[in-house]
């Protein structure tokens, strides 16, 4: 993703509510708890992160001066495999926060059950504010404070908010002249040249469209015809469309951070894709589509369709438009596009949500399959990442239904049942070291 173009979508919208992820993260985890026989002794264990790691990050800036700013690489648990998750950098990075998204990465994985824990780090830091050499400066040095940490059978890190493959290539030549050897399996997501997977740019909004077209199939709608609107058109929102599109979807509704476009008979995808490939910031704004509209971002999110993704930003579904959203299933592209109040209102009007930590998990499954192949030094066609990763969600979402359909809950709640259960077994079968 642009680092500056995203660092100024999210700085827009940090921090405008007072919720501490952890906590927020510790709430989910006590809602699992009376579906489970979890013992209180591993309870414990499960509610703290493994390992904190705060360092200092002197930046020499391109003027001379130096700015003193913090980074964290969270272990939150290691008890299924190394731990695995995203670098941010962002103004609202907070050791709470980290925590909290290092929690979400354990589940995760192990909704999937590839063999990883969960990790994630961040740089509390505004990149739009600093130069690529800059920017280079902090990666680097930050790379040396968190190195005692990291490592490919202990803690592999990946891109997140406002970092990309350049800052995974900066991190694995850092890594290289630390310990004198070639070792990029330490981080995924790195560009192809340096050892990253075929097939990742695509996995994340690949992953979005074998969730939706599981869970059509299931609710015997046919995605042939199926309507779709799409909040976001980035990463994962352009990919989810155009590959649901060619599924025979119609997708009717698209939108981004320059506003909403409703076609009633579906977009022709490759216009839509060949525009914002040339267009100001690859936006859609001015998209000269016939039979088009232009709508609010908020319409867009309650537009009558069969499937809405939200593939954007965080707490983008909440109590107050959750009553009038039409869709009847949502996919959730995004991390945290539907907050705690709006799943209860959209539990009891019928609405089916496949939820983050299952619908957006193409990424870290790639991710996988990178770290696979760098340990094997043998790289994979791009064919049998997208087949592998077809394999993995479409069992992972077979399991999560079928619990949710077992216990008569929410594909949510199952999914952090399944994620949390795995990861209480393996602590369980090692035992408490010494
Ligand atoms: P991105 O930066 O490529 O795209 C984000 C899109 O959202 C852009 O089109 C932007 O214009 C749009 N947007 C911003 N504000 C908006 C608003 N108010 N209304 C409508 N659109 C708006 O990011 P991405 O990589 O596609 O990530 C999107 C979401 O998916 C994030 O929540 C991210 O954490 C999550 N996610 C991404 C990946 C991945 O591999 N990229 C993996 C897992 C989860």
Redesign the pocket.
């Known amino acids: 993703?642009?680092i500056q173009?995203?660092t100024r979508?999210v700085s827009?919208?940090i921090r405008d509510v007072e919720i501490n992820p952890y906590e927020m993260m510790l709430q989910q985890l006590d809602m699992v708890r009376e579906y489970t026989d979890i013992p209180d002794n591993i309870w414990q264990i499960l509610r703290k992160p493994e390992r904190t790691l705060e360092v200092s990050i002197p930046l020499t800036r391109d003027d001379g001066n130096v700015e003193v700013l913090t980074g964290y690489r969270v272990q939150y648990n290691s008890s299924r495999g190394p731990c695995k998750g995203?670098i941010r950098f962002h103004p609202g990075v907070t050791p709470e926060e980290v925590k909290a998204l290092a929690g979400w990465m354990t589940w995760k994985c192990a909704v999937v059950n590839i063999p990883y824990g969960g990790g994630k780090g961040g740089i509390c830091c505004d990149p739009s504010r600093l130069s690529r050499t800059e920017l280079e400066r902090l990666t680097r040095r930050y790379t040396a404070m968190i190195y005692p940490l990291i490592g490919t059978r202990r803690d592999i890190p990946a891109?997140?908010?406002n970092t990309n493959a350049q800052v995974m290539n900066w991190i694995v030549d850092t890594v290289q002249f630390l310990s004198g050897e070639s070792n990029p399996g330490i981080v995924t997501?790195k560009s192809i040249e340096v050892g990253g997977a075929l097939g990742?740019?695509e996995?994340?909004?690949r992953?979005v469209m074998f969730a939706t077209l599981g869970v059509l199939q299931r609710l015997g709608i046919d995605v042939e015809g199926a309507s779709v609107a799409i909040?976001?058109?980035?990463?994962?929102?352009?990919?989810a469309a155009r590959l649901l599109a060619e599924e025979g979807a119609k997708i009717i509704g698209i939108?981004?951070?320059?506003?909403?476009h409703h076609c009633p008979s579906g977009f022709d995808m490759k216009q839509v894709l060949a525009y914002v490939s040339t267009s100001p910031?690859?936006?859609?704004a001015g998209l000269p589509h016939p039979g088009t509209e232009e709508i609010s971002?908020d319409d867009?999110l309650t537009l009558d369709v069969d499937v809405l993704i939200?593939?954007?930003?965080?707490a983008?579904i909440t109590a107050r438009n959750a009553g009038d959203v039409k869709a009847r299933v949502i996919v959730e592209?995004?991390?945290?596009?539907t907050t705690p109040e709006a799943d209860l209102i959209l539990g009891e009007r019928g609405v089916t949500i496949v939820p983050?930590i299952l619908a957006?998990?193409?990424?870290?499954v790639?991710s996988y399959f990178e770290w696979v192949q760098n340990i094997q030094c043998f790289p994979w066609e791009e064919e049998e990442t997208n087949q592998r990763l077809g394999r993995i969600l479409q069992r992972a979402l077979r399991e999560v239904w079928t619990l949710a359909e077992e216990r008569d809950i929410s594909l949510r709640l199952a999914a952090f049942i399944l994620g949390v259960e795995r990861v209480a077994t393996a602590i369980q079968l090692r035992g408490i070291f010494p």
Not at 231 to 237: L, T
Not at 255 to 260: C, F, L, R, Y
């Open positions: 993703m642009a173009d995203t979508m827009e919208r995203g891109p997140d908010v997501g990742r740019h996995a994340t909004g992953g909040q976001g058109f980035g990463n994962v929102g352009s990919i939108s981004d951070v320059s506003g909403a910031g690859h936006l859609l971002n867009l939200p593939a954007a930003l965080e983008q592209g995004a991390n945290g596009p983050d957006n998990a193409g990424g870290v790639c």
